[in-house]
C-alpha cells in the first residue's frame, strides 16, 4: 500500500538558521505529493505540493522537488523564522478510481527559537 | 469566505456512550473527507463521500462508526459503544471535486472517551 515517512522529529532550530525535513515515500504508480502545516490552534493548511517528478513546490519561503528516483520529497527553507514553528506533514495522494484519500506521514515538530 | 467548521471542538463522553460529531463543509465543495488523528501521529483517512453517497468507507476501523451526508453538505460522523481507544481529533476536509483539488480540513473534534 501507499505509506510516508518523515524525518524523526521534534527539530529546535535558531532564527535564520537552514532547515530540512526529510520525506520519502511507497507508491505505486505518480502520486501526487504534498506538505501540509499545522500551526498551534490551527487547522491543517496546505503548504506546498508537487503532482509530477521533477517539479518543485514552494511557498512562503518553502521549497520541496519531487525526486521519483529517490521516492522523496524533502522540505527546505533557507532562513527559517520563529512564526515558522509548528507541525509539518508529508502526504501524497494515489488517485484511487473513488477519491483521492491523503495519506500523511507521523509529522515533524518544528521549533524555531529567537 | 468561511472554511470548514466542525462541532463540537471537544467532546468527552463515557465508554459505552454513542457520540455524534458534524462538520460543515465549504459551501459547493462536493468532496468531504473524513481522518482521525492520534496523538504524535498523522492523520488517517476514514471515509469520503462525493456528494450525498460515500464514495469509500475502506477507512472506518469497524461497524461501530458510520457516517452520513444527506443532502450533500453537512456530514455527520458517528460513533457507537465509544471505547477508549477511539479517543482522537476527528478531522473533516472538504474540496471542490475529486480531482487532486486542495483538501481545506477544518479545525477538528477531540474526541475523549473516560
Known amino acids: 500500500g501507499n505509506s510516508v515517512t518523515q524525518m524523526e522529529g521534534p527539530v529546535t532550530l535558531s532564527e535564520e538558521a537552514f532547515l530540512t525535513i526529510n520525506c520519502t515515500y511507497t507508491a505505486t504508480g505518480y502520486p501526487s505529493l504534498f506538505w501540509y502545516v499545522q500551526y498551534p490552534g490551527e487547522g491543517l493548511q496546505l503548504l506546498l505540493k508537487a503532482t509530477k517528478a521533477d517539479d518543485k513546490g514552494s511557498n512562503k519561503g518553502f521549497e520541496a522537488t519531487y525526486r521519483k528516483e529517490t521516492t522523496s520529497f524533502h522540505l527546505e527553507k533557507g532562513s527559517v523564522q520563529v512564526s515558522d514553528s509548528a507541525v509539518y506533514f508529508c502526504?501524497?495522494?494515489?488517485?484511487?478510481?473513488?477519491?483521492?484519500?491523503?495519506?500523511f506521514g507521523e509529522g515533524t515538530q518544528l521549533t524555531v527559537n529567537p | 469566505g468561511a472554511g470548514v467548521s466542525q462541532t463540537p471542538s471537544n467532546k468527552v463522553t463515557e465508554k459505552g456512550k454513542y457520540v455524534e460529531l458534524r462538520c460543515d463543509p465549504i459551501?459547493?465543495?462536493?468532496?468531504l473527507y473524513w481522518y482521525r488523528q492520534s496523538l504524535g501521529q498523522g492523520p488517517e483517512f476514514l471515509i469520503y463521500f462525493q456528494g450525498t453517497g460515500a464514495a469509500d468507507d475502506s477507512g472506518l476501523p469497524n461497524d461501530r462508526f458510520f457516517a452520513v451526508r444527506p443532502e450533500g453538505s453537512v456530514s455527520t460522523l458517528k460513533i457507537q459503544r465509544t471505547e477508549r481507544g477511539d479517543s482522537a481529533v476527528y478531522l473533516c476536509?472538504?474540496?471542490?471535486?475529486?480531482?487532486?483539488?486542495?483538501?481545506?480540513f477544518g479545525p477538528g473534534t477531540r474526541l475523549t472517551v473516560l
Open positions: 476536509a472538504s474540496s471542490l471535486t475529486r480531482d487532486l483539488d486542495e483538501q481545506f
Open positions: 502526504a501524497l495522494i494515489r488517485e484511487e478510481t473513488s477519491g483521492s484519500r491523503l495519506t
Open positions: 459551501s459547493g465543495h462536493t468532496a
